[in-house]
């Protein structure tokens, strides 16, 4: 049984930073790919980020590109999210989402093409 849990979401004033954990657990760490994703009320779940783990090659959404950093812990099975210089327009739950493939190359900025999800964490930044 695959489980994420997020952790490290909070209140932060604007042009502050917040650093997202994801600890990931119940199968093996090779071909995988795993997200970042935000949902903020009355919007689409948004792609945030994406780290494929074997190579730890790293992908961004326009909105957070030069601001939101993701990186990995192989040791740990843990995928980070660090956000400097936030918005406000950042609010949002921000969810953790991971998906095998037969391939080291996959990664999706689509929510629908990941299975496993995490229950989110709050991040609120204020002005």
């Known amino acids: 049984q695959v489980q994420l849990v997020e952790s490290g979401g909070g209140l932060v004033q604007a042009g502050g930073s917040l650093r997202l954990s994801c600890a990931a657990s119940?199968?093996?760490?090779?071909?995988?790919?795993l997200a970042w994703f935000r949902q903020a009320p009355g919007k689409d779940r948004e792609f945030v980020a994406a780290i494929r783990w074997s190579g730890g090659y790293t992908y961004y959404g326009d909105s957070v590109k030069g601001r939101f950093t993701i990186s990995r812990d192989n040791a740990k099975n843990t995928v980070y999210l660090q956000m400097n210089s936030l918005k406000p327009e950042d609010t949002a739950v921000y969810y953790c989402?991971?998906?095998?493939?037969?391939?080291?190359?996959?990664?999706?900025?689509?929510?629908?093409?990941?299975?496993?999800w995490g229950q989110g964490t709050q991040v609120t930044v204020s002005s």
């Open positions: 989402a991971a998906e095998w493939t037969y391939g080291s190359s996959w990664y999706s900025r689509q929510a629908y093409a990941y299975n496993h």
């Open positions: 119940g199968r093996t760490f090779s071909n995988v790919a």
